[in-house]
């Protein structure tokens, strides 16, 4: 404590609580007594000192003495108090790991609690996605001779809500509820900013102030939709996916700028809702991965009826009598794409620019993200990140597992994030599914490699699914033959991925994996398959052959 307001806090804090009958602060001895029932709660009165930025534990010793009487003191050393800005996925790892550890954890939420993906990311889209796929299977599908095409009635309204139901019972199964039960967390509503190195000013969200003070602090803030700067799109009621996913109508025609995962799962979704799709590429799709990945993923668009317009941007937005015209520039040729809504996914800037960095000596890159070493500390050693607010991948299995390492190491443990076999899925159809490096990737890297593409069309789960759209290849180190990198293209594609994670990260060779049983009409056979090739040729095989 740093005054005697400080001590006043305290034992209003402490007299509000159930069963507590009269508290007394010292702010020179740093201790306080409390009179309370037998059935008081020991756990809440910590959560309540905790939540206004101290430390502290029962004096055993003095309770033995003073029957009836509870002390606790700030300076006892009963556990580091930390302070977690946010409450998405690399919030809670942090949060549930740190108490785990023995310290106490105070954790401020702005908004929703949950973070992105739970409230407006991966939980609503993927809903959304399948709701989009059922209706596309009832609209067309490999079996129409044999089992009769019908035209689906979409209910938006009802898909919506069904959506939504869902997201709140994950959010509080998942984070809500376990905030509530876990006596070492208090939550925070209200927006943080740095003080300076070991404070927290939060404007609460009820009205008033309040400052947290930290052991240590864990930045976990995420990122938000980016806005280009197209000149007129600012003055128009253009969506990011966080409006677009609660949209209460499917619109006759979308228009989509982005050419990456956001802007394609669903530019697809609502084109198979019911929306006349076009979507404005500024180079190619996938731009980033292996160019077979864009081009597969660009003919299966283009075969339901998306259009996808390459190498093509908007110069000018504007939205006249409820529709919205984009002029658009391929090469020197302008011309124009008329929409009734507008989605913008051009990726996403990190949520750093109102926490007051600079007071607490926390630097950032060119880009705002944080910038954090191996252990994710960041230029103020006691002070880390994780997540979307800094240059790691956007995903959040990689935010939770920032947030446990960072929570082990802000507790004296000594733990890395290791991204080397990350996987990453797209749930287009078909879906895009990577993990380890490119052709491209390992050529910069100095490694030589050697590579095989097997197309569908060789993997029996593929050609009695009728459904033969798509690739598995396989990239090794040349000489050692060690797999180094998987890139897919396939219904499911997800789902295979990790057997390749895990090929990857146990090093083993392409050979090792060829030998490996697979069950058979699986589409994860297809990876097996596409080992073997490196040796023989998979269309002289019979078709489970080992």
């Known amino acids: 404590m740093t005054s005697t307001s400080c001590a006043a806090h305290v034992k209003d804090a402490l007299e509000k609580l159930p069963g507590v009958g009269n508290a007394s602060v010292s702010y020179p001895e740093s201790r306080a007594q409390v009179l309370a029932d037998a059935g008081a709660s020991r756990d809440q009165m910590l959560a309540a000192i905790a939540a206004l930025g101290y430390r502290a534990a029962f004096d055993e010793e003095f309770n033995k003495r003073d029957s009836g009487k509870i002390a606790a003191t700030d300076k006892s050393g009963s556990g580091l108090h930390i302070a977690i800005i946010g409450s998405g996925g690399g919030a809670m790892g942090a949060a549930l790991k740190a108490v785990e550890q023995g310290a106490t954890v105070t954790l401020i939420e702005r908004g929703?609690?949950?973070?992105?993906?739970?409230?407006?990311?991966?939980?609503?889209?993927?809903?959304?996605?399948?709701?989009?796929?059922?209706?596309?299977?009832?609209?067309?599908?490999?079996?129409?001779?044999?089992?009769?095409?019908?035209?689906?009635?979409?209910?938006?309204?009802?898909?919506?809500?069904?959506?939504?139901?869902?997201?709140?019972?994950?959010?509080?199964?998942?984070?809500?509820?376990?905030?509530?039960?876990?006596?070492?967390?208090?939550?925070?509503?209200?927006?943080?900013?740095?003080?300076?190195?070991?404070?927290?000013?939060?404007?609460?969200?009820?009205?008033?102030?309040?400052?947290?003070?930290?052991?240590?602090?864990?930045?976990?803030?995420?990122?938000?939709?980016?806005?280009p700067p197209i000149p007129g799109l600012k003055d128009t009621p253009y969506w990011t996916s966080t409006e677009a996913l609660v949209s209460a109508s499917i619109p006759e025609r979308l228009a989509v700028i982005g050419s990456s995962v956001v802007a394609l799962e669903l530019a697809q979704a609502f084109a198979r809702l019911g929306s006349q799709g076009t979507i404005l590429a500024r180079s190619t799709l996938f731009l980033r991965e292996d160019p077979a990945i864009g081009e597969a993923v660009t003919a299966a668009f283009r075969a339901e009826g998306i259009t996808v317009l390459e190498h093509t941007q908007a110069s000018q937005v504007a939205h006249v009598d409820g529709e919205f015209v984009l002029t658009t520039k391929y090469g020197e040729t302008q011309g124009e794409v008329r929409a009734d809504k507008l989605l913008v996914a051009t990726g996403r800037t990190p949520n750093t620019r109102n926490l007051s960095l600079e007071a607490a000596g926390v630097a950032v890159t060119a880009q705002g993200s944080i910038a954090i070493d191996k252990g994710m500390r960041t230029s103020t050693p006691h002070i880390y990140a994780a997540g979307d607010c800094t240059d790691q991948p956007q995903f959040v299995y990689v935010a939770a597992a920032a947030g446990t390492r960072a929570a082990i190491n802000m507790t004296g443990g000594d733990a890395a994030l290791n991204l080397t076999a990350m996987p990453a899925v797209v749930f287009t159809d078909p879906q895009v599914a990577t993990v380890g490096l490119t052709e491209a990737e390992a050529h910069a890297r100095n490694i030589k490699t050697?590579?095989?593409?097997?197309?569908?069309?060789?993997?029996?789960?593929?050609?009695?699914?009728?459904?033969?759209?798509?690739?598995?290849?396989?990239?090794?180190?040349?000489?050692?033959?060690?797999?180094?990198?998987v890139q897919a293209v396939a219904p499911e594609a997800g789902e295979l991925i990790q057997t390749a994670v895990l090929a990857i990260r146990n090093r083993m060779t392409v050979q090792e994996l060829a030998d490996q049983l697979f069950p058979y009409l699986t589409m994860v056979e297809g990876l097996k398959l596409a080992a073997q090739t490196f040796s023989k040729d998979v269309k002289q095989l019979s078709c489970c052959a080992g």
């Open 112 to 227: 929703t609690i949950g973070g992105t993906c739970v409230n407006i990311g991966c939980v609503p889209s993927k809903i959304m996605i399948r709701a989009a796929h059922i209706a596309h299977l009832r609209r067309e599908s490999p079996f129409d001779g044999g089992v009769a095409a019908t035209l689906p009635a979409i209910d938006r309204s009802k898909l919506l809500a069904q959506q939504q139901v869902r997201v709140e019972e994950l959010r509080h199964a998942k984070y809500e509820g376990i905030l509530e039960s876990n006596p070492g967390i208090t939550v925070l509503h209200g927006d943080a900013r740095f003080k300076d190195s070991q404070h927290l000013v939060v404007q609460m969200t009820e009205g008033g102030e309040r400052t947290v003070a930290f052991d240590r602090c864990l930045i976990a803030t995420g990122a938000s939709p980016a806005v």
């Open 450 to 485: 050697d590579s095989r593409t097997l197309t569908l069309d060789n993997v029996p789960r593929a050609l009695a699914n009728f459904d033969t759209r798509g690739f598995i290849k396989l990239v090794i180190e040349e000489g050692s033959g060690r797999l180094i990198g």
